[in-house]
């Protein structure tokens, strides 16, 4: 499995960018595919997931809901991250991860998750 992480920059306060992570080596089944972020000092946090298994259940950390969206193209095997009304507290390096059968509870675990895209920065300047 290999994830590819791109489309990060910089950006002011109130503008919009999109992640896109290309995926290798899985379909989109029975696997969860996550978007992390680790700002300098901080822990890695969970901030958007797309669980499949039967159908896809969509999951969202409380600081990004309503802002972000992340959507799957299979056909590209593919996520996408977009990020709207971005905000300096969003500057961080954001992950792509990939895990699975990974039950809901674990889903915004990053210790759960055994494969890694490379980092793509975003900040945001106010």
């Known amino acids: 499995v290999q994830l590819q992480a791109s489309g990060g920059g910089l950006v002011q306060a109130g503008d919009s960018l999109r992640l896109s992570c290309a995926a ?29 298994s039967g159908g896809s259940t969509t999951y969202y950390a409380d600081s990004v809901k309503g802002r972000f969206t992340m959507s799957a193209d299979s056909a590209k095997n593919t996520v996408y991250l977009q990020m709207n009304s971005l905000k300096p507290e969003d500057t961080a390096v954001y992950y792509c991860a990939a895990a699975f059968r990974l039950i809901t509870s674990s889903v915004r675990d990053w210790g759960r998750y055994a494969y890694w895209g490379q980092g793509t920065q975003v900040t945001v300047s106010s």
């Open 24 to 52: 290798s080596g899985l379909t989109f089944r029975s696997v969860t595919l996550a978007w992390f972020r680790q700002a300098p000092g901080k822990e890695r946090e969970f901030v958007a997931g797309i669980r499949w």
